[in-house]
């Protein structure tokens, strides 16, 4: 029987068993249901809040300094979205969703004629607050603002609000019509361009700003959960044949190389099936991301999202030997955890150094980080999304070689304590590991 | 023809020294006994044959070839150690164990419902492996070993906790594996087992090899010069016997002077007219020669 065909078979055998366990289903199916209904539970005051919200919240003014000349309720301005926002909610077809949405103005500004008018509506609570303009504002430019003696959270939007109208009434009939807009809304759209260091240009919207951290965000948490996910299985799948003493009939049919390689794909596939379809459920569950993204013409970090799934899978053979390697030298689940759980720290290491490198993407610790088989894989992507210019080929390649170099290594490594550990009882000591290793490779 | 050859094996455990140059062949189809108290060393011998543990110096060659892992598909091992998958079917756990010594999906199906008609178990099949009683779960662990029909079978305490019934099934599969040319290494402490079983033995004790050949030989080697005689009158007396010792009903053991072998006696009593119904050369059990060399390796 050949070594792959032997390896198949093992890692057929653990997947099976693993996603046939009720536990397994549970989670993979459960785990969705029940963030949904958090989410309802959470969603539902925020609902409520958002409804309330939108009846729009009535403020004051005493105009002593006769600058805005209200006739009556006078609601504030609907917020401004950008075009690219808005030309994408269209695309997707939400854009009445979106025009509902924004129908109602969030304040309205109501006259009166006397501050203490005003100071009755508020106590009485028929108003949010008022604002009194003195008679000396132009002059001075202080406006004094009543609220409820309560706090409100909302009262610094009120206050910008109340800006755009004095902003509108200082200058309307003084200034022409079209330099009146420009006065009240001076930066009413955007559009935003990237010069790369071939001095091309490139799209650098907010959108593709979001995307390109997105992605290698994306992939980090991704791999993260799966490595996490994961190690619990292979840890199971090893104490299980610790207690059910089949260690030794397994090492009298198949190499601790070949049974390290099996139950790494069979229980990594089935961790790693777990977070697709968790993915699958989000993606399919009607957020509508990737209709949005194939409609806003954002440029695609498309070399990242090509080297993503090789380093992906390679990086994960990389922790998960090792996991099972040094799990496998303990006594039992919770020491064998413990044991392994210095690989999770270190495939988290990219994710807890990310504002360090969003601040200098191609700097000295990048560059460091893309040659360290820990962090090569995540770094290479973050690269390649955040500026793919920067990044050379030869780093790509070093970089994939290096990781390939020591995932092969890994594995040799964790199958050689694997040994050691599966016919240990108890926790071997160092220098029976290293004696252990030191015979196996002969 | 050896179908295993150890060549003097050592192995140490830090400061302990578990095999000191052990060397022994088993032949093709034989039942070969793998005898020796707890902790002298057969289990080390055993995983080292399966790759299991490396030995620190030796060599150890299966079928005229030195060992490797492509060997292993050929052979079969029942550790003293041993388990199942608890939560997993019986078919299940079986087809696993055929597939990894090579055997296709079917094939692993068709041979694991075989194998459990052959231990009487069909009925088991698809229970769990946590239903079945103790003895249950040793004849599927047996049967899971023997599916694959390997050439080369090591037993470790096979029997342990079977009762007679199935203490006998169990020897029958191995007397039938010895008739197609099949070879078992038969690791156990039951010397009826060894008697009635084994062609061939090695004791080990202390790491070392103590007793190894025929287990018919073995046993005269340590035998003492007696022979067992059931008359029906009182025996005359007669040169080769030194001492004659009644033994109740009519039977007699015999000690035989030095140099006198049983024929002799067998002669003498004939030409002297004794009416005898019986006539054996008493063997030294295996027992008695296990207890003896223990305790002479002690000393």
Same mark, same amino acid.
């Given at each position: 029987?050949?070594?792959?065909?032997?390896?198949?078979?093992? #890692?057929?055998?653990?997947?099976?068993? #693993?996603?046939?366990?009720?536990?397994?289903?549970?989670?993979?199916?459960?785990?969705?249901?029940?963030?949904?209904?958090?989410?309802?539970?959470?969603?539902?005051?925020?609902?409520?809040?958002?409804?309330?919200?939108?009846?729009?919240?009535?403020?004051?003014?005493?105009?002593?300094?006769?600058?805005?000349?209200?006739?009556?309720?006078?609601?504030?301005?609907?917020?401004?979205?950008?075009?690219?926002?808005?030309?994408?909610?269209?695309?997707?077809?939400?854009?009445?969703?979106?025009?509902?949405?924004?129908?109602?103005?969030?304040?309205?500004?109501?006259?009166?004629?006397?501050?203490?008018?005003?100071?009755?509506?508020?106590?009485?609570?028929?108003?949010?607050?008022?604002?009194?303009?003195?008679?000396?504002?132009?002059?001075?430019?202080?406006?004094?603002?009543?609220?409820?003696?309560?706090?409100?959270?909302?009262?610094?939007?009120?206050?910008?609000?109340?800006?755009?109208?004095?902003?509108?009434?200082?200058?309307?009939?003084?200034?022409?019509?079209?330099?009146?807009?420009?006065?009240?809304?001076?930066?009413?759209?955007?559009?935003?361009?990237?010069?790369?260091?071939?001095?091309?240009?490139?799209?650098?919207?907010?959108?593709?700003?979001?995307?390109?951290?997105?992605?290698?965000?994306?992939?980090?948490?991704?791999?993260?959960?799966?490595?996490?996910?994961?190690?619990?299985?292979?840890?199971?799948?090893?104490?299980?044949?610790?207690?059910?003493?089949?260690?030794?009939?397994?090492?009298?049919?198949?190499?601790?190389?070949?049974?390290?390689?099996?139950?790494?794909?069979?229980?990594?596939?089935?961790?790693?099936?777990?977070?697709?379809?968790?993915?699958?459920?989000?993606?399919?569950?009607?957020?509508?991301?990737?209709?949005?993204?194939?409609?806003?013409?954002?440029?695609?970090?498309?070399?990242?999202?090509?080297?993503?799934?090789?380093?992906?899978?390679?990086?994960?053979?990389?922790?998960?030997?090792?996991?099972?390697?040094?799990?496998?030298?303990?006594?039992?689940?919770?020491?064998?955890?413990?044991?392994?759980?210095?690989?999770?720290?270190?495939?988290?290491?990219?994710?807890?150094?990310?504002?360090?490198?969003?601040?200098?993407?191609?700097?000295?610790?990048?560059?460091?980080?893309?040659?360290?088989?820990?962090?090569?894989?995540?770094?290479?992507?973050?690269?390649?999304?955040?500026?793919?210019?920067?990044? #050379?080929?030869?780093?790509?390649?070093?970089?994939?070689?290096?990781?390939?170099?020591?995932?092969?290594?890994?594995?040799?490594?964790?199958?050689?304590?694997?040994?050691?550990?599966?016919?240990?009882?108890?926790?071997?000591?160092?220098?029976?590991?290293?004696?252990?290793?030191?015979?196996?490779?002969? | 023809?050896?179908?295993?050859?150890?060549?003097?094996?050592?192995?140490?455990?830090?400061?302990?020294?578990?095999?000191?140059?052990?060397?022994?062949?088993?032949?093709?189809?034989?039942?070969?006994?793998?005898?020796?108290?707890?902790?002298?060393?057969?289990?080390?011998?055993?995983?080292?044959?399966?790759?299991?543990?490396?030995?620190?110096?030796?060599?150890?060659?299966?079928?005229?070839?030195?060992?490797?892992?492509?060997?292993?598909?050929?052979?079969?091992?029942?550790?003293?150690?041993?388990?199942?998958?608890?939560?997993?079917?019986?078919?299940?756990?079986?087809?696993?164990?055929?597939?990894?010594?090579?055997?296709?999906?079917?094939?692993?199906?068709?041979?694991?419902?075989?194998?459990?008609?052959?231990?009487?178990?069909?009925?088991?099949?698809?229970?769990?492996?946590?239903?079945?009683?103790?003895?249950?779960?040793?004849?599927?662990?047996?049967?899971?070993?023997?599916?694959?029909?390997?050439?080369?079978?090591?037993?470790?305490?096979?029997?342990?906790?079977?009762?007679?019934?199935?203490?006998?099934?169990?020897?029958?599969?191995?007397?039938?594996?010895?008739?197609?040319?099949?070879?078992?290494?038969?690791?156990?402490?039951?010397?009826?087992?060894?008697?009635?079983?084994?062609?061939?033995?090695?004791?080990?004790?202390?790491?070392?090899?103590?007793?190894?050949?025929?287990?018919?030989?073995?046993?005269?080697?340590?035998?003492?010069?007696?022979?067992?005689?059931?008359?029906?009158?009182?025996?005359?007396?007669?040169?080769?016997?030194?001492?004659?010792?009644?033994?109740?009903?009519?039977?007699?053991?015999?000690?035989?002077?030095?140099?006198?072998?049983?024929?002799?006696?067998?002669?003498?009593?004939?030409?002297?007219?004794?009416?005898?119904?019986?006539?054996?050369?008493?063997?030294?059990?295996?027992?008695?020669?296990?207890?003896?060399?223990?305790?002479?390796?002690?000393?």
């Amino acid at each position: 029987m050949n070594r792959s065909r032997k390896v198949w078979t093992i #890692a057929t055998f653990e997947f099976l068993t #693993a996603v046939k366990r009720p536990g397994y289903l549970i989670t993979t199916f459960g785990m969705p249901v029940f963030m949904a209904l958090y989410a309802g539970v959470v969603a539902l005051p925020a609902y409520f809040a958002t409804r309330a919200a939108r009846e729009a919240s009535v403020y004051g003014v005493v105009d002593d300094a006769r600058v805005l000349d209200l006739r009556g309720d006078t609601p504030s301005e609907r917020p401004q979205i950008p075009e690219e926002v808005k030309r994408m909610v269209d695309r997707v077809g939400q854009a009445r969703a979106l025009e509902e949405e924004l129908t109602n103005a969030e304040f309205i500004f109501r006259p009166f004629a006397s501050e203490a008018e005003a100071r009755t509506a508020l106590a009485n609570r028929t108003l949010k607050g008022y604002f009194v303009l003195p008679r000396d504002y132009v002059e001075k430019g202080v406006v004094d603002v009543y609220t409820q003696d309560q706090i409100n959270l909302a009262g610094d939007s009120a206050r910008g609000a109340f800006a755009d109208l004095l902003r509108e009434g200082l200058v309307k009939g003084r200034l022409a019509d079209q330099l009146s807009d420009r006065v009240v809304h001076p930066l009413k759209d955007e559009r935003s361009f990237s010069v790369t260091r071939t001095g091309e240009l490139v799209d650098s919207s907010v959108t593709a700003e979001v995307v390109r951290v997105a992605v290698p965000l994306v992939f980090m948490v991704l791999f993260l959960l799966s490595v996490l996910m994961t190690s619990g299985y292979l840890m199971q799948g090893t104490a299980t044949e610790k207690e059910n003493k089949v260690v030794e009939v397994l090492l009298a049919s198949a190499d601790p190389e070949q049974i390290l390689s099996g139950k790494l794909l069979g229980l990594g596939g089935a961790g790693l099936l777990q977070v697709a379809v968790w993915m699958l459920l989000v993606v399919g569950g009607g957020f509508g991301i990737v209709p949005l993204l194939m409609t806003s013409n954002i440029e695609m970090p498309w070399l990242a999202l090509a080297l993503a799934i090789p380093l992906f899978l390679i990086a994960f053979l990389f922790f998960g030997s090792l996991m099972l390697g040094t799990g496998s030298l303990g006594s039992n689940m919770r020491e064998a955890q413990q044991l392994a759980m210095v690989w999770s720290l270190m495939a988290a290491l990219p994710m807890m150094m990310m504002a360090a490198l969003l601040r200098e993407p191609h700097g000295i610790v990048s560059r460091v980080m893309t040659f360290l088989p820990v962090s090569a894989a995540p770094l290479i992507i973050f690269r390649a999304s955040t500026d793919r210019a920067a990044l #050379a080929w030869w780093e790509v390649a070093v970089s994939f070689a290096i990781l390939m170099i020591s995932t092969w290594i890994a594995i040799r490594i964790g199958a050689r304590l694997f040994r050691v550990g599966l016919l240990a009882s108890s926790r071997p000591k160092l220098r029976e590991i290293l004696r252990q290793a030191r015979l196996s490779s002969s | 023809m050896a179908v295993l050859a150890f060549g003097d094996i050592v192995k140490s455990y830090g400061t302990t020294m578990a095999l000191r140059g052990v060397s022994f062949d088993v032949n093709g189809g034989e039942i070969f006994g793998l005898l020796g108290p707890n902790g002298a060393g057969k289990s080390t011998l055993i995983r080292i044959l399966m790759d299991i543990i490396r030995p620190d110096s030796g060599q150890v060659r299966v079928f005229g070839e030195p060992r490797t892992r492509a060997h292993l598909d050929r052979l079969g091992y029942l550790p003293e150690e041993r388990g199942l998958y608890t939560k997993l079917t019986v078919v299940d756990v079986m087809m696993y164990f055929g597939a990894l010594k090579g055997l296709t999906r079917p094939e692993a199906r068709r041979r694991a419902i075989e194998w459990l008609t052959r231990v009487e178990l069909p009925h088991v099949a698809s229970w769990k492996i946590d239903r079945l009683s103790k003895g249950m779960s040793q004849k599927v662990q047996i049967a899971a070993v023997l599916l694959s029909d390997p050439e080369l079978c090591v037993l470790d305490e096979p029997t342990t906790g079977l009762d007679p019934v199935n203490v006998r099934l169990v020897q029958d599969l191995l007397v039938e594996r010895r008739r197609n040319g099949r070879t078992t290494i038969l690791s156990t402490h039951q010397m009826n087992q060894v008697e009635a079983l084994c062609d061939r033995v090695a004791l080990i004790h202390q790491g070392r090899l103590m007793v190894y050949g025929a287990v018919h030989d073995v046993r005269r080697r340590y035998s003492r010069p007696e022979v067992l005689v059931h008359a029906r009158a009182p025996l005359p007396e007669i040169p080769p016997v030194s001492d004659a010792i009644p033994d109740g009903d009519g039977k007699w053991r015999l000690m035989l002077e030095d140099g006198a072998a049983p024929a002799d006696v067998l002669g003498a009593l004939v030409r002297a007219g004794a009416a005898i119904d019986h006539f054996e050369p008493i063997l030294a059990p295996m027992e008695d020669i296990f207890f003896r060399v223990v305790r002479e390796g002690q000393a």
